[in-house]
């Protein structure tokens, strides 16, 4: 089956350190994959994306790379900000008639000022 | 704004009672889902529609529950006869199909307490 794990939280770091989200991922087919980010009190929305293998999707300064020979989209950022601070969530999508999209269970970061 | 929106935002109920909550997808996004999400966990998918077609079911998923999308445009989610174990926050997406790359569409979600 489909399925994603992502490395377990909370992560705390200091505003300007280097983050790492480990996500891995099992999936039939070839699945889009994606970051998706809940800012406290607001809604689930995308962060970054990618749709094949080797590609890159980068937003906001979160870069995260589609690894197929190790099944994984580990999420990063080089230098991160208090505003940052949320759950991220690692997703995979698999066009089975209708693209259900399965998620991780999300790794809260705490950035310290 | 032209996002999601999902209501009641808030709903507290007692075990037993049926609660429906209501998503207004964007209105060009023909596909649109529920998904659950406790405490300490990522989104849970509940059932998929596209257009006024229910595709997909979680095998998870009460008899208790059901959802209707009758016109392809707004959703209804229903649940019979609460239980507790039903507390969790219920989320709506859409997205179009158009574009085929499965990103979603996030509403703020339903936050259901059953007492």
């Known amino acids: 089956g489909n399925s994603v794990t992502q490395m377990e939280g909370p992560v705390t770091l200091s505003e300007e350190a280097f983050l790492t989200i ?9 699945p889009s994959l994606f970051w998706y980010v809940q800012y406290p009190g607001e809604g689930l929305q995308l962060l970054l994306k990618a749709t094949k293998a080797d590609d890159k ?11 197929k020979e190790t099944t994984s989209f580990h999420l990063e950022k080089g230098s991160v900000q208090v505003s940052d601070s949320a759950v ?3 997703a995979l999508s698999v066009d089975t008639g209708g693209f259900k999209t399965i ?9 310290k000022a | 704004d032209t996002g999601v929106s999902q209501d009641p935002r808030h709903k507290i109920t007692k075990r037993g009672q049926n609660v429906t909550f209501r998503c207004d997808p964007i209105s060009e996004h023909n596909r649109l889902y529920w998904y659950r999400q ?9 059932t998929y529609f596209q257009n006024e077609a229910q595709l997909e079911k979680s095998r998870l ?3 208790r529950f059901s959802a209707e999308r009758p016109k392809g445009s707004f ?6 006869r609460t239980e507790q174990g039903d507390s ?3 989320l709506c997406a859409s997205s179009q199909d158009r574009f085929n790359t499965g990103e979603l569409f996030f509403g703020e979600g339903s936050r259901l307490t059953v007492l």
């Not at chain 1, 999707?57 to 790379?65: D, H, I, L, P, V």
């Open chain 1, 22 to 30: 480990n996500c891995t991922y099992t999936a039939t087919g070839y």
């Open chain 1, 57 to 67: 999707g980068s937003n906001k300064g979160f870069e995260a790379t589609y690894r």
């Open chain 1, 88 to 90: 991220y969530f690692c």
């Open chain 1, 103 to 111: 998620f991780g269970a999300g790794t809260r970061l705490f950035v």
């Open chain 2, 38 to 46: 406790t405490l300490g966990q990522g989104p849970e998918f509940l």
């Open chain 2, 61 to 63: 998923l009460s008899d």
């Open chain 2, 75 to 80: 959703s209804t989610l229903e649940i019979q």
């Open chain 2, 88 to 90: 969790a926050m219920y």
